[in-house]
């Protein structure tokens, strides 16, 4: 039986920063670009705590601090949704072209 | 030599997170995404859990899970879903992206199979009991500027989201 290593762990992390990037590139609804950009986020956590593991414990110091970006990316990010939304009563990313000219 | 329950639970747990994050981009209903990825992160707590990570396993489900999931779960309920669910999903340059994304994850692995002999069998057993302990000093001491420099960052967070969603100021 294979044992468990670190490359399995950055396997499903790369799996799961795979489909996040598919959903902000093809996805039209805002709120679930956000869910994926939170997927990201969390990808990039699994492999700072996997990381951790081979030296010493920064690397979960470090996925804290990434989730509390995460944190204040959501609130700033649904503030700019409901903004939008009251302006265009749409919550597609195709429509949101307010600085093009 | 791992014990088979740590295969096991890991395939499990893997299963669980990847399968879940498939169901957040491809349900058409935004409440349906945010209860998979809900599962997802519940998921991903318990690889932490099996990296020796019980402070973050236990940060990831109160904060995450707990937290950020009811503020999406909100604005969810404040925006109106009925006319976006009648609408296309996906945009019409999907195929490109899809591409792009699968490239980079081919990138990935690529990356990591070629590079895997750096960290084969250098896993070290990090301390279970003192692991909070640890983690305090470090975010008290190393990072102690990083720290501070986080709390004014929500503090920012806080005000921009008040901004954002008020109608006037």
Do not use: C
């Not at chain 1, 956590?45 to 030296?55: I, P």
């Not at chain 1, 944190?71 to 597609?92: C, H, P």
């Not at chain 2, 999903?89 to 699968?102: D, E, R, S, T």
């Not at chain 2, 909070?132 to 000093?137: D, F, G, R």
Request: hydrophobic share 60%; charged share 10%; proline share 2%.
């Amino acid at each position: 039986m294979v044992p468990i290593t670190t490359l399995h762990y950055l396997v499903v992390a790369a799996a799961l920063f795979v489909l996040g990037v598919i959903g902000v590139l093809t996805r039209r609804n805002v709120v679930i670009v956000l869910m994926s950009i939170e997927l990201i986020l969390n990808a990039v956590n699994l492999n700072l705590v996997a990381f951790s593991r081979l030296y010493g414990l920064h690397g979960q110091v470090f996925a804290i601090f990434v989730i509390t970006d995460a944190a204040a990316e959501a609130a700033v990010g649904l503030g700019i949704l409901i903004a939008f939304f009251r302006n265009k009563e749409t919550v597609n990313v195709d429509e949101v072209d307010l600085l093009k000219w | 030599m791992q014990p088979v329950a740590t295969t096991f639970f890991f395939y499990f747990l893997a299963a669980v997170t990847v399968l879940s994050g498939v169901l957040v981009i491809t349900r058409r209903n935004p409440v349906h995404s945010a209860l998979a990825l809900i599962l997802a992160l519940l998921g991903q707590a318990g690889l932490y859990l099996m990296l020796y990570a019980p402070f973050v396993a236990g940060v990831q489900i109160i904060l995450y899970a707990g937290g950020i999931m009811v503020l999406f779960l909100f604005v969810i309920m404040l925006v109106s879903i009925e006319k976006s669910q009648k609408e296309e999903q996906f945009n019409n340059m999907w195929i490109v992206g899809l591409l792009a994304a699968l490239a980079l994850g081919a990138l990935f692995i690529g990356v990591y199979v070629k590079g895997r002999d750096l960290f084969a069998g250098r896993e070290v057993a990090l301390p279970e009991q003192s692991n909070t302990q640890q983690i305090a000093i470090l975010l008290y001491g190393n990072y102690m500027f990083a720290f501070e420099i986080a709390s004014l960052l929500l503090l920012v967070a806080i005000i921009g989201a008040v901004v954002m969603a008020k109608k006037r100021i």
